[in-house]
């Protein structure tokens, strides 16, 4: 039973930081909660369904879990804004143009409501269906569809309004 | 043929590969007849791209420790506490005191057979809920064995022997620590090939070691309750009492041995 679980639950963990540091922003926030996270899971293992599906199970405690803590966050000062973050702890990309655009990228995600950002996440990044997306964020897939389609929407516009790195960070281009 | 018309669904399942080879086909050629609604296609692709390859690198990351689940499990079995050998040296005066007087022990002041009245009346309890249960019947499986033994013994303060019943065609199950009236038990549990269960309880409990093995039945759960060595234990199951009967002496038989 228990190395069953721990077979199961295991090659999940990479990706649940993953949607975790992507959420939370700064490492060990995201790390606390992940194991807070796998504490639960842990201890509800005879609580999923036997026949059902692992990823969305253990993705919903994380996202329930994240979510509340996000909300309560809302109340205090913002925290470490994507730009501040230290080097390394969003992402090592190739080069120093690719950076700036994945750097783009995040920031412009962080401006959209955390609903929108955990649709967009579990979709695009973490690769699960609608249908388990529906399920992790206990919407209706419509639900999902709708708030994809804004996600995606307000992305593209942040992403067409960030002015280009070439003029945006002129004193990095010259380090290249 | 009439084709159903292309939906902003139907645009996010292109984007994301959902759509079946034969949709996909109608929005491609929707696309190219669209660039307008082409150009943002691709740029919701763009964008996607740009996100899972920002944040790549974090699956990539050494899993730090306090993240290592097998270590997270083995510490839940085993909150931190005390040193094994002072575990150990604690056991040790826990059986020395009980020797003594008993007077740490639970069920205390009770007469001996009332203590095992109490403790088949836990037994029968434990087994209303935990036999009929489908999907988790025990917390620990027959095959993780000795983290029974070793959770059990711990909450008990004293090792805990597991009886083998498989001659009698009683296959062990596993178990759980479970709560009582006098504190935690060691529960575990036993199945025929017909799906019959048996459960066996152990708890401290300080009775004459010469006191007989005491019959009990309750709501149609039979029983047979003794003690031995500061432990008491009891075999219930919906089973005959001729039959449980010689099962109880066989686990008395093999715990005495094992002490």
């Known amino acids: 039973m228990t190395t069953e679980m721990v077979r199961l639950i295991e090659p999940v963990i990479p990706a649940l930081r993953r949607y975790a540091r992507a959420l939370m922003k700064d490492r060990a926030a995201a790390d606390d909660l992940v194991q807070d996270c796998l504490e639960r899971a842990i201890g509800h293992w005879h609580q999923r369904h036997a026949e059902g599906d692992i990823r969305a199970w253990i993705f919903a405690i994380l996202h329930n879990l994240a979510m509340t803590r996000l909300r309560r966050a809302a109340a205090?000062?913002?925290?470490?804004?994507?730009?501040?973050?230290?080097?390394?702890?969003?992402?090592?990309?190739?080069?120093?143009?690719?950076?700036?655009?994945?750097r783009d990228?995040?920031?412009?995600?962080?401006?959209?409501?955390?609903?929108?950002?955990?649709?967009?996440?579990?979709?695009?990044?973490?690769?699960?269906?609608?249908?388990?997306?529906?399920?992790?964020?206990g919407i209706p897939i419509g639900t999902v569809m709708s708030r994809l389609s804004r996600a995606r929407e307000r992305?593209?516009?942040?992403?067409?309004?960030?002015p280009r790195p070439e003029s945006a960070h002129p004193h990095l281009r010259r380090v290249k | 043929m009439t084709m159903r018309p292309i939906t902003e669904d139907d645009l996010h399942g292109y984007v994301d590969g959902a759509l079946d080879p034969e949709?996909?086909?109608?929005?491609?050629?929707?696309?190219?007849?669209?660039?307008?609604?082409?150009?943002?296609?691709?740029?919701?692709?763009?964008?996607?791209?740009?996100?899972?390859?920002?944040?790549a690198p974090i699956v990539e990351e050494p899993l730090p420790a306090e993240l290592d689940l097998a270590r997270m499990v083995e510490a839940r079995r085993r909150p931190?506490?005390?040193?094994r050998w002072a575990m150990a040296a604690a056991a040790l005066l826990l059986v020395c005191v009980g020797g003594a007087g008993g007077w740490l022990l639970r069920g205390?002041?009770?007469?001996?057979?009332?203590?095992?009245?109490a403790l088949g009346r836990e037994a029968a309890a434990s087994y209303a809920v935990f036999a009929p249960d489908k999907g988790r019947p025990v917390e620990i499986r027959a095959e993780d064995r000795a983290q029974l033994v070793a959770w059990t013994s711990r909450r008990l303060g004293r090792p805990?022997?597991?009886?083998?019943?498989?001659?009698?065609?009683?296959r062990f199950m596993g178990g759980r620590v479970v709560a009582t009236e006098h504190g935690p038990a060691a529960l575990f549990m036993y199945d025929d090939d017909a799906g019959s269960r048996l459960v066996m309880l152990a708890r401290p409990l300080a009775s004459d070691p010469k006191a007989p093995m005491t019959p009990h039945a309750r709501d149609g759960v039979n029983g047979f309750s003794w003690s031995d060595n500061g432990l008491g234990y009891s075999l219930v199951g919906q089973a005959a009492p001729e039959t449980l009967h010689p099962l109880a002496h066989e686990a008395r038989r093999q715990i005495h041995r094992q002490a």
Not at chain 1, 111 to 118: I, K
């Open chain 1, 76 to 102: 205090r000062p913002r925290p470490v804004p994507i730009e501040d973050a230290q080097e390394g702890d969003l992402a090592r990309p190739a080069t120093q143009e690719d950076r700036l655009r994945y």
């Open chain 1, 105 to 137: 990228a995040l920031a412009a995600l962080a401006q959209l409501p955390h609903e929108q950002r955990a649709v967009l996440l579990l979709v695009g990044v973490e690769d699960l269906s609608y249908a388990q997306t529906a399920k992790v964020l």
């Open chain 1, 155 to 162: 992305l593209s516009k942040a992403m067409s309004e960030v």
């Open chain 2, 23 to 55: 949709r996909r086909e109608q929005v491609s050629a929707y696309l190219e007849a669209h660039p307008d609604v082409a150009a943002r296609v691709a740029a919701y692709g763009a964008e996607r791209g740009m996100l899972r390859a920002a944040l």
């Open chain 2, 80 to 83: 931190p506490g005390p040193p």
């Open chain 2, 108 to 117: 205390m002041g009770s007469a001996p057979a009332e203590g095992l009245q």
């Open chain 2, 160 to 170: 805990v022997a597991i009886p083998d019943l498989a001659d009698a065609g009683y």
